[in-house]
């Protein structure tokens, strides 16, 4: 069994800053990369930002500067730091991680989003 849990979402006024976290447990032998998507309302889900195990990272243009993915290895935890956060920015977030199982299987596995609304 694999988990993953996310936390850190909320109501932050435009201006403000949330950091989210995700834990992956369970049967996994390592996690390749880690991402972080978003889904508003009435729209598609979108990626975020994303995290390779070597610590190449990619954002998609409109948060650039004021996000930042990061992860822990050991702990096997993907981090998403926010500031100057906007009200284009209100959506459920979820976390995405790519992970290997015994025998070099590997397996897209999702958070269960967390809810970030920014206020104006």
Not at 53 to 76: A, E, L, M, P
């Amino acid at each position: 069994q694999v988990q993953v849990v996310e936390s850190g979402g909320g109501l932050v006024q435009a201006g403000g800053s949330l950091r989210l976290s995700c834990a992956v447990s369970g049967a996994i032998f390592s996690v390749n990369d880690m991402a972080w998507y978003r889904q508003a309302p009435g729209k598609q889900r979108e990626l975020v930002a994303l995290i390779s195990s070597g610590g190449t990272v990619n954002y998609r243009d409109s948060v650039k500067g004021r996000f930042t993915i990061s992860r822990d290895n050991v702990k096997n935890t993907v981090y998403l730091q926010m500031n100057s956060l906007k009200p284009e920015d209100t959506a459920v977030y979820y976390c995405n991680a790519e992970g290997v199982r015994a025998g070099g299987l590997i397996q897209i596995y999702w958070g269960q989003g967390t809810q970030v609304t920014v206020s104006s």
